[in-house]
């Protein structure tokens, strides 16, 4: 096979020994396959490698430099006409790449052995020409947006320790509606109708929240996007929420809300 039709690969990982067990594995046992462009450890540095090196193939660790969602904050970033091996720590996109139509994304969890790249790779392969169509180009670049979207969605619900007095109640994020201002506190309005008083400033909870799509509607209040029942942009945008509240978006937070919005809903500009 010559080095021209190899396929060409980045790899993405922020761990420098996992980083280095891939890269040996790719090199000693799959050199007939792969020829490794480069190996990146942070967000930008992945951003540029793969937009000028523009690899058939990337390794892509989800959570990077403890950013939840690094690879997506990449995906977001560069134009996806390559294949995608998604490094993770368990088995929890199995049920996300199984769901999906694309053949062009696969998984392997950590630790890797050199089984594990028997068959993405061998399925990078035989897919390696699908992304110069473009028809099943536009159809991954769906498919992988509707991925993205349902993962993140997933992973936002997960527990959050609260500080309150005395310690910490643990609250899933679904389960929290809106959080209301009250000076160096912060009020906390749940899903059963209950509220709980926090200890901290709203400026905390959105630094705390904020990835668990609970955003600053304006400069006294977080909403939870999953809670949102209706948005009218009349009267400046009113927010309804699961339990009847109606939210004006403030000026000053509009762009970033509607930003939040769209990305959470999958909403496309135009529309």
Avoid at 41 to 53: G, R
Avoid at 146 to 163: E, R, S, V, W
Wanted: with cysteine.
């Amino acid at each position: 096979m010559t080095h021209e039709s190899k396929l060409k690969v980045i790899i993405v990982e922020d761990e420098e020994k996992d980083s280095m067990v891939i890269a040996k594995i790719l090199t000693d046992y799959y050199s007939h396959l792969v020829t490794i462009q480069g190996i990146c450890q942070t967000v930008d540095d992945a951003t540029e490698k793969i937009s000028s090196l523009k690899p058939d193939l990337v390794f892509l660790d989800i959570i990077i430099q403890g950013n939840r969602y690094g690879a997506f904050d990449i995906l977001e970033k560069v134009n996806p006409d390559f294949q995608i091996i998604f490094i993770t720590g368990n088995n929890d996109l199995e049920y996300y790449v199984k769901a999906i139509k694309t053949q062009c994304l696969d998984y392997i969890v950590k630790p890797t052995s050199i089984e594990d790249f028997a068959k993405p790779l061998a399925k990078a392969w035989e897919n390696k020409r699908e992304l110069c169509n473009q028809y099943e180009r536009s159809e991954y670049t769906k498919q992988l947006e509707l991925f993205i979207n349902a993962y993140k969605k997933q992973q936002a619900n997960q527990a959050i320790p609260i500080p309150v007095e005395f310690g910490h109640i643990i609250l899933k994020s679904n389960e929290i509606i809106k959080c209301l201002s009250e000076g160096n506190y912060t009020e906390i309005y749940l899903s059963n109708g209950t509220k709980r008083l926090a200890n901290g400033n709203l400026k905390h909870f959105e630094e705390l929240l904020t990835d668990y799509n609970i955003v600053r509607a304006h400069r006294q209040c977080m909403i939870n996007l999953s809670h949102i029942t209706s948005y009218s942009k009349k009267e400046g945008g009113k927010i309804t929420l699961s339990n009847g509240d109606n939210i004006y978006i403030g000026d000053a937070w509009k762009d970033s809300f509607e930003k939040a919005y769209n990305k959470f809903f999958n909403i496309r500009c135009n529309e």
